[in-house]
């Protein structure tokens, strides 16, 4: 039986992250192995970096037709990434 300040380990690390402010750079990390799944290893392949930062997600496409195309996809790729998550990590998108 659990006593009334007694939480799951789960709860006490992501309280922790928040503390030391580091979930947004866990955040990161996660998008960055997950970012084949989600969005498929060729766009993966073409991705050089990505940086979070206060919901706001950089990536950086080394091919143009895939960057104008990406850019169509804002909305899709934060769905994607929020639903993986399975939290709303991601707020906008920014493709360069």
């Not at 050089?48 to 104008?68: C, D, F, R």
């Amino acid at each position: 039986m659990k006593k009334s300040n007694e939480q799951g380990i789960g709860a006490a690390i992501k309280q922790l992250f928040k503390s030391y402010r580091l979930d947004e750079k866990v955040a990161e990390v996660q998008i960055k192995e997950l970012w084949g799944k989600i969005m498929g290893v060729s766009i993966k392949n073409y991705t050089t970096n990505m940086h979070l930062h206060k919901g706001v997600l950089t990536i950086y496409i080394e091919s143009a037709p895939l960057k104008q195309d990406l850019k169509f996809s804002k909305d899709t790729i934060i769905q994607r990434i929020n639903e993986e998550l399975k939290e709303n990590v991601v707020r906008e998108v920014v493709i360069r």
